[in-house]
Nanobody
């Protein structure tokens, strides 16, 4: 069982930056692939980024490539999402998730989810 708690969301102007954190409970954090998803009002939850067990591999949605960076600190059981050059269309609730298979971009591939943190980008 893994419990995930996101933090770091907030209101930012377009072009600004935010860093999201997701703290995980349990001693097996390094056994999980970690991902970030987001859900805007009236839209489906969509994949944002994922990182492999030790952080050696990452993958991103095309919409955030070059602007967002996912990283993890296994010693601190934490995964991060650095978001730069934010756009109004990045406004959403951001969720972190834990799964067992690297490369998955669908919700069903992840077994554990946090409660989400709101990111609002003003124009």
């Amino acid at each position: 069982q893994v419990q995930l708690v996101e933090s770091g969301g907030g209101l930012v102007q377009a072009g600004g930056s935010l860093r999201l954190s997701c703290a995980a409970s349990g001693r097996t954090f390094s056994s999980y692939v970690m991902g970030w998803f987001r859900q805007a009002p009236g839209k489906e939850r969509e994949f944002v980024a994922t990182i492999s067990w030790r952080g050696g591999s990452t993958d991103y949605a095309d919409s955030v490539k070059g602007r967002f960076a996912i990283s993890r600190d296994n010693a601190k059981n934490t995964v991060f999402l650095q978001m730069n050059s934010l756009k109004p269309e990045d406004t959403a609730v951001y969720y972190c998730a834990a799964g067992l298979r690297y490369g998955a971009t669908t919700r069903r591939a992840y077994d554990y989810w946090g409660q989400g943190t709101q990111v609002t980008v003003s124009s």
